[in-house]
């Protein structure tokens, strides 16, 4: 049977961490499933099938007038997204979403293909933490909002955990990302390692060589500031009540236990990525059932 048209459907994408799981309030699956969509969707613009960038940003475009309408409280006719604005446009008038944090994903997806197209990089920490501000903090906020939490602290820590995710996805990622000509290290990290973006060329996933060591220590030390970030927003999984905190919990463990694996192969992501598996579940659960206010440190000292 059908989905009404105001439900998404379940998630099928891979992830880190839970959406929308059995630990989520009941009542609030239906706008987390919504958003996740929403975002999901605009993901693939972006990024999947073989569409040239321009057409990508026509679509993104497209998209974004959508979301205006579903703001308003209706879908267009012709909307070519009726299963993502139908259960969105619901949730924004029943939970009252706010548009912007959901315009902020948009502006980020759009970002990423202009960044490509024109070969950019981020010069430094401070700029990639404003792309994850737009690309990654407003799931946060979002989710906050539906949990009625809009303290500036409680804010704050979402962020942390926010940015962290996205960060701990770059990382895994870099034998995803550097074929397709995405580029996420930080040109000041990079330059304390005497590389350059040219320098990834020269090996894995670009080239037969291995990576040298420069590129290894480059991962561990984003890692490691991916690391103290999520222990920064941490702390938000003992303020928010009942299923809302456990899954966050999960969450959290979702992107340390990715961490984690990315430790285990030596930091050495240029050549395979890690992923979160069922063998994972029992472990997740301990380490979420055993949160504390402090989360352990690396298992091995940067070198």
Same mark, same amino acid.
């Given at each position: #049977? ?9 998630? *099928? ?10 630990? =989520?309030?009941?009542?609030l699956r239906p706008p987390i499933a919504a958003i996740y969509h929403f975002a999901r969707t605009a993901d693939d613009i972006a990024d999947e099938g073989d569409a040239s960038p321009d057409q990508r940003l026509a679509d993104l475009r497209a998209y974004r007038e959508e979301l205006r309408a579903a703001a308003r409280g209706s879908v267009p006719a012709a909307s070519r997204w009726p299963y993502v604005f139908g259960p969105l446009a619901h949730s924004i008038a029943q939970f009252s979403l706010? @548009?912007?944090?959901? *315009? +902020? ?5 759009? %970002? +990423?293909? @202009?960044?490509? %197209? ?8 401070? $700029?990639?933490? +404003?792309? =994850? ?7 946060? /906020? ?14 704050? %820590?979402?962020?942390?955990? =926010? ?26 990290? =990079? *330059?304390? /390692?005497?590389?350059?973006? $040219?320098?990834?060329?020269?090996? #894995? ?8 060591? $420069? ?24 303020? !928010? ?21 990315? @430790?285990?192969?030596?930091? +050495? ?17 301990? /380490?979420?059932?055993?949160? /504390?206010? %402090? !989360? ?8």
């Amino acid at each position: #049977m059908p989905e009404p048209s105001h439900i998404a459907a379940p998630p *099928a994408h891979y992830e880190n961490f839970p959406v929308a799981s059995w630990l =989520c309030p009941p009542h609030l699956r239906p706008p987390i499933a919504a958003i996740y969509h929403f975002a999901r969707t605009a993901d693939d613009i972006a990024d999947e099938g073989d569409a040239s960038p321009d057409q990508r940003l026509a679509d993104l475009r497209a998209y974004r007038e959508e979301l205006r309408a579903a703001a308003r409280g209706s879908v267009p006719a012709a909307s070519r997204w009726p299963y993502v604005f139908g259960p969105l446009a619901h949730s924004i008038a029943q939970f009252s979403l706010p @548009e912007e944090l959901l *315009a +902020d994903l948009l502006s980020a997806f759009m %970002q +990423d293909i @202009e960044k490509t %197209q024109g070969g950019g990089s981020y010069a430094d920490r401070a $700029e990639l933490l +404003d792309y =994850c501000r737009r690309s990654a903090n407003p799931i946060g /906020r979002l989710l906050l909002h539906l949990y009625g939490v809009h303290d500036a602290e409680a804010l704050a %820590q979402s962020d942390a955990i =926010c940015s962290a995710l996205q960060l701990i996805n770059f990382w895994q990622d870099p034998s995803v990302d550097l074929p397709r000509g995405r580029f996420y290290p930080p040109l000041a990290d =990079c *330059a304390r /390692r005497g590389l350059t973006r $040219e320098s990834f060329k020269a090996f #894995m996933p670009l080239a037969d060589a291995p990576p040298p060591q $420069e590129a290894i220590n480059l991962i561990a030390v984003e890692s490691a500031w991916a690391r103290e970030l999520m222990a920064q927003g941490a702390p938000l999984v003992h303020r !928010l009540p009942g299923r809302a905190g456990w899954e966050l919990r999960f969450v959290v463990q979702g992107g340390l236990r990715i961490l984690d694996k990315i @430790e285990d192969l030596g930091f +050495d992501t240029f050549s395979q990525r890690p992923k979160i598996s069922k063998t994972d579940a029992p472990l997740l659960a301990w /380490r979420a059932l055993r949160m /504390r206010r %402090q !989360l352990p440190p690396m298992k091995a000292p940067l070198r």
